[in-house]
Structures are given as C-alpha cells and as structure tokens.
C-alpha cells in the first residue's frame, strides 16, 4: 500500500466536458503535487499545493485547476476536456521536510473521446 | 530551463546480465536528481537520488547510478538484471529547491529476457 489513493482508477469523458479527480494522502501530507503522463511519455508537472495554497505551476492552461483540503485530500480539475487531456493522472505526496519524499498514486486514466 | 533526455526507448537485456540506462540532462545551474521505476498499472516508486555528497548513489535492490557533472548525466546501472526488473525506468531532474517540481525524461523500457 502505497499510502497515497487515487479515484477513480479510470474515467471516459466527452470532449468538451468538466472532470475532477482525486487524491486522497497519508495524515501529515501537506505537500501534494500533480502529473500528467500521456502515452508513451514522462510525467510532466502540473502544480503543486502546499498547506491548500497553490506552489507552482508548470505549463498548463488555467483550464486545469487545484484544490487542496484540510483532510489532506486533493483535487484536480479539468474543465473544456480536450482529446489530448487523454493520460495517466499522477498524485503524489509528501511530509513538510521530507525533501524529495514523494509517494505516488496509482494514477487515474483518463480517456477522452 | 532543465530538460532530460533518455537516449534509449526500450533496452532488451538477459537475465542476469548487466545493464545501463542512459540519462543526460541540461541544466544551467546545480540540480537533483533522480530515478524512478514504474510497473505496469502503478505509480511511480523512487528507486535512488542524488541530493549532495558521493557521487555515486545506490538502490536497496542492486541498482546504482553515478552523478557525473562534467558529462551532464546520471545514468542508472545493475550488474545482474532478474526478470523482476521489467518496468518502465524515468531519470528526473529538480532544480528547483522550493517547490520540488521534478521534470522527468521520457522513460526507458526495460526488457528481461529469461
């Protein structure tokens, strides 16, 4: 068990529609970052969330967007779904201190059509 | 801006034999690095880093990777590979102290032929 869960583990959405993935992280997480992985490719950073503050951000449109809770859950959204939103959606977490101390989810496919 | 680049897509290799991933990066300043391995249908599991000191790292499961800053690379290495190994392999790079953002290459495949 990884300690960092995922949900749902795969989604099929319609172009053009809004969807909201979760991450739910180990008690005292409260650094959460996000991934994309499309096909064939490495994970590539969408933003970071610390203490429910957004940290960072890579080069994603405003369309994708964050939230981070008390409870150490997380969310990501993406609204305008667009085919090449299609991948492997990463979470990944860690201790206030722990540098570079990641746990991954499993990640939620998403697949866009 | 950093970058990674894996030279090699997919790596065939016997069980039992050695075998090394290649990673370089490009970076204008100090960096961090990493290598992550990911089994099919799962996240990402950190297999070794290199923050500072020795510049040669080592993973509980035999592998080893070697920082070597004058060549820019940081590439991963076993020298007796078990069907277990197979698994996608990303080398990643953070220059970044603050937010941690990792930037990762596009992965290597690795095939263990029994």
């Known amino acids: 068990e990884t300690g960092v869960t995922q949900s749902p583990t795969h989604l099929i959405k319609t172009r053009g529609q809004q969807v909201t993935l979760r991450c739910s992280s180990q008690s005292g997480h409260n650094t959460v970052s996000w991934y994309q992985q499309a096909l064939g490719q490495g994970p590539q950073f969408i933003f970071q969330y610390y203490r429910e503050e957004e940290n960072g951000r890579g080069n994603f449109p405003p369309r994708f967007s964050g939230l981070q809770f008390p409870n150490y859950s997380s969310e990501l959204n993406v609204n305008a779904l667009e085919l090449d939103d299609s991948a492997l959606y990463l979470c990944?977490?860690?201790?206030?201190?722990?540098?570079?101390?990641?746990?991954f989810g499993s990640g939620t496919r998403l697949t866009v059509v | 801006a950093q970058s990674v680049t894996q030279l090699d897509s997919q790596v065939p290799v016997f069980e039992e034999a050695p075998v090394e991933l290649r990673c370089n990066y490009s970076s204008s300043v100090s960096v961090y690095l990493f290598w992550y391995v990911q089994y099919p249908n799962q996240g990402l599991q950190l297999l070794l880093k290199?923050?500072?000191?020795?510049?040669l790292v080592e993973s509980i499961n035999g592998f080893e990777a070697e920082f070597n800053k004058s060549q820019t690379s940081f590439h991963l290495r076993k020298p007796s590979v078990h069907i277990s190994d197979t698994a996608e392999y990303f080398c990643a790079v953070s220059e970044d102290f603050g937010n941690e953002k990792l930037t990762f290459g596009t992965g290597t495949r690795l095939t263990i032929i029994p």
């Open positions: 290199y923050l500072s000191g020795s510049t």
């Open positions: 990944a977490s860690s201790f206030p201190g722990q540098l570079y101390g990641y746990t």
